[in-house]
């Protein structure tokens, strides 16, 4: 209950705070094209169940037509303003309209198309069990993702290697101890890490150790070291097809 408040409270507050840069912004992606500056999304949420999720349009109209669910930085789908658009995470501001009406929480593991939560193991479905979220220990860790995908040729084949795993095991962690404190301070780190992302990592270590995270898992939150890839929870075997089997 105590969640919920703080999410209709939090989500009301940002929007309204937020719109003096959303507005501007918005106009300059309906004036590059002329269409919606919008890109409602379909997503899978809580017990499994789809939802719309509303972004800032960061990229071409129908760029889902090119079947590509990943994005690097140097996809040729990301307009100007896109750029601009992802360096700041206003795409994610937006976002807040979901958690006023219930789809999402301000931190939850973060919601996934169905294509890639279809590919899910047994122990990845308990994230499912929840409200996905606009942040969480991931959103941090994996906030280059775009970055990290840039030379791989089949970035949704380097999404399920090097990108699901950490992020699958990362979310399960914040399953197992997610608490209104934890909330907060998630919230506050992921509003620093747009400005300083390796402090936000010190501190996210910090409260990942305070919370009983494994020293493997607090190593993959550093960043220290190059992403190798890995086996998705509940999983034996490195995925081997972009369709996200692991056999």
Known sequence: MIKRIFDIVASIVGLILFSPVLLPVIYLVWRQDGASPFYVADRTGLNNKPFKMVKLRSMIVNADASGVDSTSNADQRITKVGHFIRKFKLDEITQLWNVLKGDMSLVGPRPNVKRET????????????????????????????GA?????????????????PGKSELGLFYLENSN?????????????AIFSRQQALVYLGRLMQSSGASEEL????????????KPPPGATAIVQSREGRSD
């Open 148 to 164: 990290i995908l840039e030379d791989f040729k089949d970035p949704d084949l380097a999404y399920h290697q090097y990108i699901r």
């Open 218 to 229: 607090i190593f993959l939150a550093a960043r220290t070291s190059p992403l190798i890839p």
């Open 180 to 192: 209104f404190y934890i909330d907060i301070a998630l919230v506050l780190l992921t509003a620093l």
């Open 118 to 145: 279809d590919l899910y193991t047994l122990e990845e479905k308990k994230l499912l069990a929840t409200r996905p979220g606009i942040t969480d220990f991931s959103s941090i860790v994996f906030s280059d993702e």
